[in-house]
C-alpha cells in the first residue's frame, strides 16, 4: 500500500525564519513521483514542484529549496527566510504506477507571522 | 499557460436541490478529476474520468455521477444534495504525455453549502 505522512499539522514562525516541513512516502513501487502542492487561503491548489524516484538531486527554486531522500523515503521542502504571503496549507503527494491517483498527504498549516 | 476552471466560486442549495458543479481545461488534457475537500479528511476523490465518455469511481462516489461529453468539460452532478454534501470541491486535470508524472493542476475550487 502506498502512503505520504505529513506529520507537522500546523507550523507557525515569525518573518524572515527558515522552517522545513516534513513529507515521509511508503511505496513498494520503484518508479513513482512526488509532488508538492500549496493551498492559499483562496483554496486554489497550485502546484510547486514534482520529481521522480530516480533523481535525487535536490532542488532550488529562489527562497523554495526540495530535499529528496530515498534512503528515508523523505520529500522535505524547505522555506528560506520566509514571508507572510507563504501563508498556506502545503501538500505533498505520491503519484505511482500502480494506481492513477494522487496519494496525498494530510497537509501541514504553515503561518508566517509579521 | 494552465488554466482550469470551475463555473462557481461559491454555492448554496437547499437539501434535495439538483446540483451541477461544471470544469473547464484548456490543456487538451486526457484525465480529469472531481475532489472533495473536508476539514480532517484531506482530498478525497470522489471521480475520475479519462476520456471523453469515460469514467471511474473515486474513493467516495456514493450520492454523485459525472459526466464527459466534451474531453474539455466534466462535470460533477449531485442528484439530491444533502447537508452531508457541504464541502470544498475541486477539480483537476491531467495530460499522458509524461505518464504517471504528469501533473495534475487544479482550478479554483467551488465552496458548495447546502441547507
Known amino acids: 500500500a502506498q502512503k505520504v505522512t505529513q506529520a507537522q499539522t500546523e507550523i507557525s514562525v515569525v518573518e524572515k525564519e527558515d522552517v522545513t516541513l516534513d513529507c515521509v512516502y511508503e511505496?513498494?513501487?520503484?518508479?513513482?513521483?512526488l509532488f508538492w502542492y500549496k493551498q492559499p487561503p483562496s483554496g486554489e491548489l497550485v502546484f510547486l514542484i514534482r520529481?521522480?524516484?530516480?533523481d535525487e538531486q535536490n532542488e532550488i527554486s529562489g527562497r523554495y529549496s526540495w530535499n529528496f531522500q530515498k534512503s528515508t523515503s523523505s520529500f522535505n521542502f524547505t522555506i528560506t527566510a520566509s514571508q507572510v504571503v507563504d501563508s498556506a496549507v502545503y501538500f505533498c503527494?505520491?503519484?505511482?504506477?500502480?494506481?492513477?491517483?494522487?496519494?496525498w498527504g494530510a497537509g501541514t498549516k504553515l503561518i508566517i507571522k509579521p | 499557460d494552465v488554466k482550469v476552471t470551475q463555473s462557481s466560486r461559491y454555492l448554496v442549495k437547499r437539501t434535495g436541490e439538483k446540483v451541477f458543479l461544471e470544469c473547464v481545461q484548456d490543456?487538451?488534457?486526457?484525465?480529469m478529476f472531481w475532489y472533495r475537500q473536508d476539514p480532517g479528511l484531506g482530498l478525497r476523490l470522489i471521480y475520475f474520468s479519462y476520456d471523453v465518455k469515460m469514467k471511474e469511481k473515486g474513493d467516495i462516489p456514493e450520492g454523485y455521477s459525472v459526466s464527459r461529453e466534451k474531453k474539455e468539460r466534466f462535470s460533477l452532478i449531485l442528484e439530491s444534495a444533502s447537508t452531508n454534501q457541504t464541502s470544498m470541491y475541486l477539480c483537476?486535470?491531467?495530460?499522458?504525455?509524461?505518464?504517471?508524472?504528469?501533473?495534475?493542476?487544479f482550478g479554483p475550487g467551488t465552496r458548495l453549502l447546502v441547507l
Open positions: 490543456m487538451d488534457h486526457e484525465n
Open positions: 483537476a486535470s491531467r495530460g499522458l504525455a509524461g505518464g504517471l508524472g504528469e501533473t495534475q493542476y
Open positions: 520529481r521522480n524516484s530516480f
Open positions: 511505496t513498494r513501487d520503484t518508479t513513482y513521483y
Open positions: 503527494a505520491l503519484s505511482v504506477q500502480s494506481n492513477y491517483q494522487l496519494i
